[in-house]
């Protein structure tokens, strides 16, 4: 088991600009094996210039790794301009002590990030696998595809200890999603698969659905019209109102299903 | 254009227009020109490799509003083919929709100088313009979209040939454009009303058949000397059983005479027009109906525009088509109308190997270039993006050169291949300088370029060379399609642009125009008609319209004198 602590230097944050410093270059993936100074070699960006991880990040690293599975990465310091964080990792562990900047977790397929704040945008886009987990809220398209893409999350777990943006899970077609407060308007918008619940409230969820399954339990505010009852179901003890739509995808392609209090 | 003395030395040269079929030659160049001698060069060392002239594209979607739309309306293509800036370069990005910088950057890594912008948008062309600017190394024109012209449909209800030609050359003048394009005739403007319409259907708002636009804009155009001749993009695209429709186009043109030693009509990306049977279902390869016409007929030349498997954008002036097409895929789809003169649609498609239509249409651009007999009638191209990247092309070099490579991919297609294409059947391979004829010199020479420098090797001709990483004996075909990708140099105007497979110079390339010369009196009285369709109708005022100089910084004019 080998443990990376990566810190970034006040230097680094404290700019009026705050620049931005994109690490999809250290991953657990990418650092197996590595001696602390050939992490501290690693290029990453900051805004636009490549730099060395050592120029950005005071690192340390206590144990061996024979692989990615066995490496842990901690992320200290002031991670708010920190983007990229785990984007596209396989296996193996990161922990980001603070809120993180936007594409955490972003096509990752494998492993777990746990974030000990708040995520901003795209925490988790078209993510394959693996699992996030984000203690404080997450901004906007949490899951969801990139601009343009047909395609959202496919696979893997995400929960949010807080509430999530607009347009949470976009064009997602597999997976699971665990909101424990609120998610802004239109969650699983275009969805095709895969499971979203929220603990709190939504507005508007489910617009364009084809498929896939959203649990709402608190309130929906602005329910979409063209859902249509069911009937009821119960879920853990309690009643639910089952929804089939989106029907303004035509009645052939509303297989999508949502569950209201 | 760089001064100073290049040798390249021992390198094995096509040079089909000059009769050069790999032989071991020296060229020289002077000034950025072929010159017979050079005293004291700086010399490249080409031993045993191919040396062909500049690649010269005679059908590509490159620069202009569509493409321009294309790109704001599919972010995720702009993902692909992410690089970064060098200490040379801009930052590329794009696949089927690249940066005007990785448009030139990879056109000149794959040895291509001259690229031609196939489908300009006369109320456009600023536009078009000022992004041919933008794209490095290459030299370029683009083509105006006269076809759907109110002006034109006019003209030819009303039989007036003459002012006809007033017109074309009016327009051809205004927008620094190089020739006649034509797209969908009536189509276009019948899609206005959300219709589409055939060859011999009259096209009601002016009482005209696109039968008769065509042949009446080829008669406009032979009354110029006029490099290239129209342009055409032929009715239906796309449709089953198209193939008739073609064929019968090209009979339209038979006895117009051309006022140069060439075609009277160029057809492109013929792979879309050569379908057979009624619906999807029965959908099947009439290349070969095609190919006989062509082989049999000396009046018309084609591009096979073929296809690349995955994903693309596809854009045309056709809007009814990329309606039809947003239909099939229920994907994105944009649409533009540009007043008096033509429209455009956009939409994504993916061509898959296990579609059985897609797998048809694969084979099918691939059978055009295998069943006409002379390379002189023929180019490659994949109409960028609408059939495929043109960053594909070193595919399609491999499959014509080798029946291994069409039969092992052939394999991974859907099965319908060996029932409705004759692909498989098929055992010609092309050799080098078959690929230099359809790749450099048989587009040079339908657009007319060769006599200005292009397209060959000639003394006398740009310094515009591709020296690619390949022995002339190399059978594999892996090997064939890597180095047609990347060459070793590329030269342009005397300059090394590309070494190894990177750019390493980005000069700025000129764009040739056209200036057809009219008789002052015709267009006079042409004149009066325009600007009345400029007063009531067209949201510019006439001394608007024209594109200013300033727009080509790197100006090469071609004269096209009266005729008759």
């Known amino acids: ?261 | 254009m760089v001064e100073g003395e290049l040798l390249i030395r021992n390198g094995v040269v096509y040079d089909p227009i000059n009769g050069v079929k790999g032989e071991k030659k020296d060229i020289c160049i002077r000034d950025g020109k072929v010159v017979e001698e050079v005293k004291n060069p700086k010399i490249i060392d080409a031993e045993g490799r191919v040396v062909m002239p500049g690649g010269v594209d005679i059908h590509s979607h490159i620069a202009g509003g569509k493409v321009n739309s294309g790109r704001l309306f599919r972010p995720e293509d702009g993902r692909k083919g992410v690089k970064a800036r060098t200490k040379v370069c801009r930052p590329e990005s794009g696949y089927s929709v690249p940066n005007t910088f990785a448009t030139g950057y990879r056109y000149a890594r794959m040895g291509y100088t001259f690229v031609m912008e196939a489908a300009m948008p006369p109320l456009a062309a600023r536009h078009t313009h000022e992004e041919l600017v933008d794209i490095p190394i290459l030299d370029n024109a683009a083509l105006p979209l006269l076809d759907n012209n109110w002006m034109t449909m006019e003209y030819v209800k009303s039989g007036d040939m003459d002012l006809l030609a007033a017109y074309i050359a009016w327009m051809i003048k205004a927008t620094k454009g190089f020739g006649v394009k034509i797209v969908n005739p009536g189509g276009t403007e019948m899609w206005g009303w959300g219709k589409n319409c055939s060859l011999n259907d009259t096209v009601p708002t002016f009482d005209v058949t696109p039968a008769e636009i065509i042949k009446g804009l080829a008669e406009a155009n032979e009354k110029f000397d006029m490099p290239h001749s129209i342009h055409v993009h032929t009715n239906m695209l796309g449709h089953p059983g198209n193939f008739e429709i073609t064929k019968e186009t090209y009979d339209l043109v038979k006895g117009v005479k051309a006022a140069k030693g060439r075609q009277v009509m160029h057809t492109t990306h013929t792979q879309f027009h050569s379908y057979g049977g009624t619906n999807w279902g029965d959908f099947e390869s009439k290349a070969d109906a095609i190919a006989d016409y062509i082989n049999q007929n000396d009046h018309a030349t084609i591009d096979i525009g073929s296809i690349i498997l995955g994903d693309t954008t596809t854009m045309t002036a056709d809007g009814p088509m990329e309606y039809s097409l947003y239909q099939i895929t229920g994907r994105k789809w944009t649409n533009h109308d540009v007043e008096l003169e033509t429209g455009s649609g956009i939409t994504p498609f993916l061509y898959s190997g296990k579609s059985p239509v897609n797998t048809i249409q694969w084979a099918i651009g691939q059978e055009l270039a295998l069943l006409v007999k002379d390379p002189w009638k023929l180019a490659l191209t994949t109409d960028h993006p609408n059939a495929g990247p043109f960053i594909g092309y070193p595919i399609l070099i491999s499959m014509l050169m080798s029946k291994k490579r069409r039969d092992e991919s052939a394999e991974d297609m859907h099965k319908v291949i060996y029932d409705r294409a004759a692909l498989p059947s098929i055992d010609r391979e092309y050799d080098l300088n078959e690929i230099a004829i359809i790749t450099r010199g048989m587009t040079a020479k339908a657009l007319g370029l060769h006599e200005h420098g292009k397209g060959h090797l000639g003394v006398g001709a740009d310094g515009d060379v591709a020296i690619y990483d390949m022995s002339p004996e190399e059978r594999d075909a892996g090997k064939i399609q890597k180095a047609f990708l990347n060459t070793k140099y590329t030269i342009k105007g005397g300059e090394i642009v590309v070494k190894d497979g990177e750019v390493v110079a980005t000069p700025a390339g000129k764009t040739y125009f056209v200036t057809p010369e009219c008789d002052d009196k015709l267009t006079d009285e042409m004149m009066v008609k325009l600007k009345d369709k400029f007063d009531h109708y067209y949201s510019v005022t006439f001394n608007n319209y024209a594109v200013q100089d300033a727009y080509v910084p790197n100006p090469y004019e071609i004269k096209a004198p009266w005729r008759s």
């Open chain 1, 1 to 261: 088991m080998q443990t990376i602590k990566l810190k970034i230097k006040e230097e680094v944050t404290s700019g009026v600009a705050k620049i931005p410093v994109e690490v999809d270059s250290l991953t657990p993936d990418t650092l197996a094996g590595k001696t602390e100074a050939e992490i501290k070699a690693v290029k990453v960006w900051w805004g636009n210039k490549e730099e060395n991880t050592g120029d950005l990040f005071d690192v340390s690293v206590e144990g061996e790794a024979g692989s990615a599975e066995e490496v842990k990465i901690v992320l200290e310091g002031d991670l708010s301009r920190v983007k990229h964080i785990g984007d596209g990792m396989n296996a193996g562990e990161i922990e980001a002590l603070g809120d993180v900047d936007m594409h955490c977790g972003a096509m990752m397929s494998g492993g777990k990030i746990t974030v000990k704040g708040c995520a901003d945008c795209w925490a988790g886009r078209e993510m394959h696998g693996g699992e996030l987990v984000i203690e404080g809220d997450a901004g906007d398209n949490l899951c969801a595809m990139y601009r343009g893409e047909m395609t959202g999350m496919t696979g893997g777990k995400v929960t949010v200890g807080g509430s999530a943006g607009e347009c949470v899970a976009q064009n997602m077609a597999g997976g699971e999603i665990e909101i424990k407060g609120n998610a802004y308007i239109l969650t699983g918008l275009n969805m095709k698969g895969g499971k979203i619940t929220i603990e709190g409230d939504a507005v508007m969820p489910g617009a364009d659905m084809t498929g896939g399954k959203i649990t709402v339990k608190g309130n929906v505010r602005d329910m979409i019209p063209s859902f249509r009852l069911e009937g009821t179901e119960s879920i853990e003890g309690e009643e639910y109102k089952k929804y089939t739509g989106d029907l303004a995808m035509t009645e052939k392609k509303a297989k999508g299903v949502l569950y209201v209090k």
